[in-house]
């Protein structure tokens, strides 16, 4: 279903005035340096980004914000955010905050960095003897550690901050910095189409019906071939990493990217290849899950909260295993309102997240994985069949 927002035209003249809380502050000179690209703060002129902002940003960018002089605000803006739900979100936000729920519990972290460790470790061993065997497990290790070093770059702090970054290129061959300025975008715009890069899979996949002019042949099909385009979303996402970070000229990341291919060439060509698309397709699998099936809208929107429910859904289960495979986004909903919070505190936060919604009218969508399947299934062939 694609719903339509409110597509105001872009001002961009003048001083980039966004609000945050109940203070404008100008970021004109700050929009080349932000690490989230220009584009995403020019979204914001005129705008209120109160809850995008505190959502994402790390402590030492809250800090520098407060210590911005506030200035007059423009003539005509946009608070389309300032809304009894955002006010109720703030609240929630600032009381889980004081309660320690987005404190790192590091012996947990440390446990889920020994399993990835172990899985490549054991993989490569056996690589030679056991290829199928060696691919699963490094496949294993490959997809953990795209949980974690999600997990990490989104977290506060030098130490989330390096870990991020060293795990996502050691272990996949990324650019955490290509990744932050994709996926940051995602979590401000979700599902919003035209703006939000992880539902523009066309010409390959279709999640909503294309224009006629851009349509392809092979549409129909994309129900019975989807899952196995999966399987190469690493391998789409190592090239996209070598190409952005030798545009930017960020020979560090190149180094630390080039690494993880120096330990591929170590094991058997069928190994170092299976590995990654199994990696790639559980990832995918699982990514792609919580919000494809939800709601499209159409354009821009800026309420931040109702837009993150309406557009995503957890899923639920019982089991350690499936708990462990799905590395917290499972509780996607829940990693959309605090995605700097510690994956592993996601299941305690079940019920916060009930109680919330109830209080404010709000949908906490759920589902069980086949339920979730299904939905997707039922998503790709919706989109294979409609006609133009």
Do not use: C
């Not at 945050?20 to 584009?39: D, M, Q, R, S, T």
């Not at 990835?116 to 497990?137: F, T």
């Not at 129900?223 to 996402?237: D, E, M, R």
């Not at 960020?250 to 199994?278: D, M, Q």
């Amino acid at each position: 279903m694609v719903v339509a927002s409110e597509n105001r035209s872009q001002n961009t003249s003048g001083p980039l005035l966004i609000r945050i809380g109940n203070k404008w502050v100008n970021l004109e000179a700050w929009k080349k340096v932000h690490p989230g690209g220009e584009k995403s703060m020019e979204r914001f002129r005129d705008k209120d980004a109160t809850d995008q902002f505190y959502s994402l940003h790390s402590n030492e960018a809250i800090t520098m914000f407060e210590k911005m002089k506030s200035v007059a605000g423009p003539t005509n803006p946009q608070i389309d955010s300032d809304t009894p739900v955002s006010k109720a979100f703030g609240q929630w936000r600032a009381r889980l905050i004081r309660e320690g729920w987005f404190e790192r519990t590091w012996y947990m972290d440390a446990l889920f960095i020994t399993i990835i460790i172990v899985l490549a470790v054991v993989g490569s061993y056996i690589a030679v003897d056991h290829p199928i065997i060696a691919s699963v497990l490094i496949g294993l290790a490959m997809e953990q550690a795209g949980w974690l070093g999600h997990d990490y770059v989104h977290g506060r702090g030098k130490a989330s901050y390096y870990l991020g970054r060293g795990i996502g290129a050691l272990f996949n061959g990324f650019s955490s910095s290509w990744w932050s300025n994709k996926h940051n975008t995602h979590h401000v715009h979700t599902n919003q189409v035209g703006v939000d890069d992880d539902i523009a899979n066309d010409p390959i996949l279709h999640l909503y019906l294309p224009d006629a002019e851009k349509d392809v042949w092979f549409r129909p099909y994309q129900y019975i071939y989807y899952h196995a385009v999966y399987a190469f979303l690493y391998v789409s996402w190592r090239i996209q990493s070598i190409q952005y970070a030798y545009a930017t000229g960020n020979y560090k990341e190149l180094f630390w990217i080039s690494l993880n291919y120096v330990w591929l060439a170590t094991l058997p060509l069928p190994v170092a290849l299976g590995s990654i698309f199994v990696g790639g397709f559980l990832v995918a699998e699982i990514v792609t899950a919580s919000h494809q099936s939800e709601e499209m809208i159409d354009g821009l929107s800026y309420t931040f909260v109702e837009d993150q429910f309406n557009t995503t859904r957890d899923v639920m289960f019982s089991d350690p295993f499936s708990n462990w495979l799905w590395g917290g986004m499972q509780y996607q909903l829940i990693h959309h309102l605090f995605p700097t919070m510690p994956k592993y505190r996601y299941g305690a936060m079940v019920e916060e997240v009930e109680k919330f919604a109830k209080q404010n009218g709000l949908t906490y969508r759920r589902a069980n994985v086949l339920e979730i399947l299904q939905m997707n299934f039922e998503t790709m062939r919706k989109y294979s069949v409609v006609k133009n």
